[in-house]
T-cell receptor, first 110, second 112 residues
Framework: RKEVEQDPGPFNVPEGATVAFNCTYS??????FFWYRQDCRKEPKLLMSVYSSGNEDGRFTAQLNRASQYISLLIRDSKLSDSATYLC???????????FGAGTTVTVRA | DADVTQTPRNRITKTGKRIMLECSQTKGHDRMYWYRQDPGLGLRLIYY???????NKGEISDGYSVSRQAQAKFSLSLESAIPNQTALYFCATGGRGANVLTFGAGSRLTVL
């Protein structure tokens, strides 16, 4: 079983729509959770950290469900510039090795 | 200049050749990593280093070696390249106490 699993998509949505997707992780001891964004053929960049209480950054909302071992990302009012692959990233307690999901591709169309 | 610089950005080589990918950083981070990315598989950790004297194997270290020449430099070598090492390679750095990584722009390697 992969440490981090994501629905690869693609999620094709019109501008202004809301899109949401999840990521599941296998290590129940994981303590840190992140969403990274990766544009085609570019390096991954941190989008946001995911906190236990959930957190919001503008149009982006991240949630953590420890009981079911998944995190989610919701994008409201999608923009064309949101088109990218979103990587779910997880690590273990006091472990600086991050495990990456294969990514969920989102395409926002005009 | 980028915080994390990888060279070369693109390389085409033949089976059996020795290849070195270099990474340098200006962030002053102690932790450095090498990942490879293949379609549908996500990023997989090859090697990581927490300081100059500390080198650790990741999940897919076979066929690779690394050298941490200085805090700012971490190079990845393929002693005898094979076609299934064709991939996009990323170097990343992380600061002490933080789990956020900063990535280089990537090195695209093709082994024929």
């Amino acid at each position: 079983r992969k440490e981090v699993e994501q629905d690869p998509g693609p999620f094709n949505v019109p501008e202004g729509a809301t899109v949401a997707f999840n990521c599941t992780y296998s290590n129940s001891a994981s303590q840190s959770f992140f969403w990274y964004r990766q544009d085609c053929r570019k390096e991954p960049k941190l989008l946001m950290s995911v906190y236990s209480s959930g957190n919001e950054d503008g149009r982006f909302t991240a949630q953590l469900n420890r009981a079911s071992q998944y995190i989610s990302l919701l994008i409201r009012d999608s923009k064309l510039s949101d088109s990218a692959t979103y990587l779910c990233v997880v690590n273990g307690y006091n472990d600086y090795k991050l495990s990456f999901g294969a990514g969920t591709t989102v395409t926002v169309r005009a | 200049d980028a915080d994390v610089t990888q060279t070369p950005r693109n390389r085409i080589t033949k089976t059996g050749k020795r290849i070195m990918l270099e990474c340098s950083q200006t962030k002053g981070h102690d932790r450095m990593y090498w990942y490879r990315q293949d379609p549908g598989l996500g990023l997989r950790l090859i090697y990581y280093s927490f300081d100059v004297k500390d080198i650790n194997k990741g999940e897919i270290s076979d066929g690779y070696s690394v050298s941490r020449q200085a805090q700012a430099k971490f190079s990845l070598s393929l002693e005898s390249a094979i076609p299934n090492q064709t991939a996009l390679y990323f170097c990343a750095t992380g600061g002490r106490g933080a789990n956020v990584l900063t990535f280089g722009a990537g090195s695209r390697l093709t082994v024929l």
